[in-house]
């Protein structure tokens, strides 16, 4: 092993020349100490390549609080399963359908039937046109997309009567698609479309629209509460501790049918009590584990805040408020 220093002193042991100097027998620590000062910064550069430039202690405690976190997850995980599978009976409320999550056992019922797809589907067809022309007055650009939805507007009327509405419904929802087809007819005739024409056009149909979709919500609002009083029947006592996960969308929040239903159902104000909106999920293992949360949480904000709602807004949301009042924004 060759040790080379600032200095002109070569230490190689393998040598036989006389000029090497000689050391006793000793540690290699004893060796290091005795080269003169000048050579203790290779002990130093030696060491530090040996720790690999780490500092144990801080990495140590680093490791730890990771270790400690995770703890924390792994705990939380187990303790919402456990709510989870103490919170059955309960009811999933997709868009499409119900389910009837109790015990081991489960049950699906579609709430959606033809009548609500033919109301919704009608008034589709002026939103549709909407979105083709609002951005794009010239003609020519959307022409043939125009020629095609007209096609495709008249094999659909010519299939209405095949469908479950009444003589009156029936001649509403020609009334619509004529009023459409119409549309198209002028906005192929011209080259441009204003937007003054096409406003004139969709508020002309406002109000067939939204009969539409009170007829549409009412046959599903008519399906979800004949299965739900069926479910009571079967569960009898077990129904009073039911809960409720609503699945929906971001934009319906507000006003959810479902959940406005159940909310008449069981006398409920607010969301986070009886009954829990998903916003963005669409699993019944993403509506478990959002319950399992919502019941976990709760006895957390009792515990630690007196205040059973403390969990449903950011924990971090009072040190936020404050440290912004201190420390506004930067312009």
Request: proline share 3%.
């Amino acid at each position: 092993m060759n040790i080379i220093g600032p200095t002109s002193t070569r230490i190689d042991q393998s040598s036989s020349n006389v000029n090497t100097p000689k050391f006793p027998q000793s540690t290699k620590l004893e060796l290091f100490m005795n080269i003169s000062k000048k050579n203790l910064w290779f002990l130093s550069i030696l060491l530090l390549l040996i720790t690999g430039g780490q500092e144990p202690c801080a990495a140590e405690e680093q490791s730890q609080l990771s270790a400690l976190n995770s703890k924390f997850r792994e705990y939380y995980a187990t303790a919402r399963s456990r709510e989870i599978e103490a919170s059955t009976p309960l009811i999933l409320c997709y868009a499409d359908r119900l389910v009837l999550l109790n015990g081991i056992q489960r049950q699906e019922v579609a709430n959606i039937k033809d009548r609500y797809t033919t109301f919704k589907t009608v008034a589709h067809i002026p939103l549709a046109l909407y979105c083709l022309l609002y951005k794009e007055p010239i003609i020519e650009r959307s022409r043939q997309k125009l020629v095609d939805f007209k096609t495709l507007i008249e094999k659909a009327r010519a299939e209405l009567k095949d469908h479950d509405l009444s003589v009156k419904e029936l001649d509403r929802q020609y009334k619509m698609i004529d009023t459409c087809l119409t549309f198209i007819d002028k906005a192929l005739a011209q080259k441009e479309l204003s937007a003054k024409e096409l406003q004139a056009f969709t508020r002309s149909l406002r109000s067939d629209i939204l009969q539409n979709a009170y007829l549409a919500v009412g046959s599903q609002l008519a399906v979800i509460d004949q299965t739900v009083a069926e479910w009571r029947q079967k569960l009898g006592k077990d129904f009073d501790k039911i809960k409720i996960v609503i699945v929906g969308g971001h934009m319906p929040r507000q006003g959810n049918s479902n959940f406005q239903y159940f909310c008449r159902l069981f006398k409920e104000k607010e969301e986070g009590n009886r009954i829990i909106y998903m916003e963005g999920l669409n699993s019944d293992t993403d509506a478990l584990n959002l319950l399992g949360t919502h019941i976990l949480d709760e006895g957390v904000a009792v515990s630690f805040f007196n205040d059973k709602w403390r969990m449903h807004r950011d924990l971090l949301s009072d040190g936020a408020a404050q440290y912004l009042k201190e420390h506004p924004p930067s312009k």
